[in-house]
């Protein structure tokens, strides 16, 4: 049972409401006009109100901002024959909760009421997310998973020397951070990061960007100016979706990256570089490689140390830390305030295939706090969101997500076990055969 004010001018709204209401068994209190409304709000404290926008003494705008200024938690639908657009925004910017047309429509009216009280059910019930309002960490990579952890340690050695990086992974799986962390935690991070995209610009520009040129190099090229390898001084040059670096530039790299020797476009001078190189990429060098669109010998140039960042989903470990993490961020950052989830929310964000990775986990936590409209995020907000993501081709979520968790499982088992397949059966619960083609099914392979 609730406790609901109704507050409407309309004899015959204040009645069917209170009927209707009653008959669902909570508790009506109803005013005629905004100060009666208030009044009542301020001793009784109900849990929702149903506000009518236009009243004889006081608008419902008003009323609303008074309501939540005296309790912010307060919830408020807003009920309006009006369809403006105007009124709609000011009411949710003040804070309604919901907004409901005239004529009332029973179902609605139910919807809102249940939403309210749900929400109410789950703010009392569920604690608050670690840390929601402490500050979030900048600039650091967040999980704690196996294949995380590994990454953490080639960083860790990183940081002591210059050896050129190759990061490879999906898009969205973090590559530009961990090169940002690496240069952050060198010897020489006072010294600059330049970053250049290799995806970005035209072949001749690419090359100047890179390079640098002499005035009157060509068209347009009225001063000399500094190259990004000249610009990273003794700091980081991070070449990013070197993948699509065009294969003239591609020898001009490799030249470069043998001697660390180079001229300006349209230079005499040979200068010299001692920059580190990290680059990255989202695509499968060794098929570029196939297909001659990607040189060997750079190749091989580059992956002097080479990360490999899993894609999320298999890390699924990483996600709880990432959700926490982001919603910090976002709170910080957007304003919005959401403190706690819903059980069943990390549980579903788990299980999601992240096919955009971290950054389509962020991108979807921004969407649904900004939505939020409060402090719980709720299950079915999430459930919307998602949903409409999710392709034709897994018709069966929570299958696949199983058998994600299950591969993590599985190998994790192996892996702590230096890969005793009996122990790790017996452990698993499972006979030896069933291991050993769950091993093949999932392609897990042992460490290299
Ligand atoms: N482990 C992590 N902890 C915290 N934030 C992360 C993590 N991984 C990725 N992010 C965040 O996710 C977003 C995407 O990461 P980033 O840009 O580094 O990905 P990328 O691999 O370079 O993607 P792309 O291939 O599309 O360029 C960024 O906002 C980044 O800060
Ligand atoms: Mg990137």
Same mark, same amino acid.
């Given at each position: 049972m609730a406790t609901i004010l109704i507050i409407d001018d309309e004899w015959s709204i204040l009645e069917s409401l209170e009927m209707f209401l009653t008959e669902k068994g909570h508790r009506i209190f109803k005013a005629a006009s905004g100060e009666e409304g208030y009044r009542i709000f301020c001793t009784v404290n109900p849990d929702m109100v149903f506000l009518d926008i236009r009243l004889p003494d006081l608008s419902g705008l008003d009323i609303l901002d008074r309501m939540k200024r005296k309790k912010p938690s307060a919830r408020v639908t807003m009920m309006t024959a009006f369809h403006d657009m105007e009124t709609t925004i000011q009411a949710m910017k003040t804070g309604a909760y919901d907004y409901i047309h005239k004529p009332l429509d029973a179902n609605e009216v139910e919807r809102s009421l249940n939403r309210a009280l749900h929400l109410l059910e789950i703010d009392r019930e569920t604690p608050q997310i +670690?840390?929601?309002?402490k500050l979030p960490k900048a600039g650091v990579i967040i999980g704690r998973s196996k294949n995380i952890r590994e990454i953490f340690k080639v960083i860790g050695l990183l940081c002591q020397n210059r050896a050129t990086v190759l990061i490879q992974g999906e898009t969205g799986t973090g590559k530009e951070l961990i090169a940002r962390v690496i240069h952050r935690n060198s010897l020489y991070s006072d010294e600059p990061l330049m970053t250049i995209d290799c995806g970005a610009l035209v072949e001749t520009l690419l090359e100047s960007e890179l390079f640098g040129h002499e005035s009157g190099a060509f068209t347009g090229a009225t001063h000399t100016q500094k190259g990004k390898i000249e610009l990273a001084g003794m700091g980081t040059l991070f070449l990013d979706e070197?993948? +699509?670096?065009p294969l003239s530039l591609q020898g001009k790299l490799l030249g470069f990256l043998q001697r660390r020797e180079y001229m300006r476009v349209g230079g005499q001078e040979t200068l010299k570089s001692k920059c580190r190189i990290i680059a990255a990429t989202n695509r499968d060098l060794p098929a570029l490689i196939k297909k001659r669109r990607f040189r060997e010998d750079l190749y091989f140039r580059l992956k002097v140390v080479t990360i490999h960042v899993p894609p999320l989903r298999e890390r699924i470990s990483d996600i709880p830390d990432l959700v926490n993490h982001f919603i910090q961020k976002i709170n910080l950052e957007m304003g919005t305030q959401v403190m706690k989830l819903e059980p069943g929310v990390m549980e579903r964000l788990t299980v999601h295939p992240w096919n955009g990775n971290v950054r389509e986990l962020e991108n979807i936590l921004v969407e649904a706090l900004v939505k939020a409209n409060g402090q719980v995020l709720l299950l079915e907000d999430v459930l919307k969101l998602l949903s409409r993501d999710v392709s034709e081709e897994e018709p069966d979520i929570a299958c696949y997500a199983l058998s994600l968790m299950e591969k993590e499982h599985i190998q994790s088992t192996l892996e702590q076990l230096r890969w005793n397949r009996t122990k790790a059966a017996k452990i698993l619960g499972i006979s030896s055969p069933t291991l050993r083609a769950k091993i093949r099914k999932y392609g897990i392979r042992p460490p290299a």
């Open positions: +670690e840390a929601a309002g070197i993948g +699509e670096l």
